[in-house]
T-cell receptor, first 111, second 110 residues
Framework: GQSLEQPSEVTAVEGAIVQINCTYQTSGFYGLSWYQQHDGGAPTFLSYNGLDGLEETGRFSSFLSRSDSYGYLLLQELQMKDSASYFC????????????FGTGTRLTVIP | ETGVTQTPRHLVMGMTNKKSLKCEQHLGHNAMYWYKQSAKKPLELMFV???????ENNSVPSRFSPECPNSSHLFLHLHTLQPEDSALYLC?????????FGQGTRLTVV
């Protein structure tokens, strides 16, 4: 089966750093992705980790450890507009195109 | 604008109605998806089409029926739905590691 678990809610202060964790159990693994979804909007792609290590894209970084079945999204210099839901997503061996999403983390940035 | 277009954006239907959701992408992607998103729940993968071949999720009730006539279009046919089927239905396409989502259809079953 496919299971990706995230904390349900995180609150952080504007300008701070926040880390959103994702632990997964999938039958086979093809990398971990992160998506952002604002209220009323569609999920949008943020990053992808196919190999272990850190990927950096501006204020956002994503990390993967396949041996630990664990990854995280790191958001730096938080802005109010970063308030949104964040989902990790992975693919499983039943089909490389089967993209399963995590439980989602609601991030609230406060002044 | 993600390049994935869904229609209609909003739909209200009775439990005895038959309706269809439409998704269109001209990004040249080879995989298309239907997801269901209920309030405070994760996105649930319903169906995947890869190179126009369907990969089924066995937990989806038969009152949901997908159709992929070509690589650019995807439909979700709905019939005899239940109130608990009310949700946001999202279509996505991908080619590789990144998926692009449409804005979704907000479905209300009355």
């Amino acid at each position: 089966g496919q299971s990706l678990e995230q904390p349900s809610e995180v609150t952080a202060v504007e300008g701070a750093i926040v880390q959103i964790n994702c632990t997964y159990q999938t039958s086979g693994f093809y990398g971990l992705s992160w998506y952002q979804q604002h209220d009323g909007g569609a999920p949008t792609f943020l990053s992808y980790n196919g190999l272990d290590g850190l990927e950096e894209t501006g204020r956002f970084s994503s990390f993967l450890s396949r041996s630990d079945s664990y990854g995280y999204l790191l958001l730096q210099e938080l802005q109010m507009k970063d308030s949104a839901s964040y989902f990790c997503a992975g693919r499983d061996q039943t089909g490389a195109n089967n993209l399963f999403f995590g439980t989602g983390t609601r991030l609230t940035v406060i002044p | 604008e993600t390049g994935v277009t869904q229609t209609p954006r909003h739909l209200v239907m009775g439990m005895t109605n038959k309706k269809s959701l439409k998704c269109e992408q001209h990004l040249g992607h080879n995989a298309m998806y239907w997801y269901k998103q209920s309030a405070k729940k994760p996105l649930e993968l319903m169906f995947v089409y890869s190179l126009e071949e369907r990969v089924e999720n066995n937990s989806v009730p038969s009152r949901f029926s997908p159709e992929c006539p070509n690589s650019s279009h995807l439909f979700l046919h709905l019939h005899t739905l239940q109130p608990e089927d009310s949700a946001l239905y999202l279509c996505a396409s991908s080619q590789g590691t990144e998926a692009f989502f449409g804005q979704g259809t907000r479905l209300t079953v009355v």
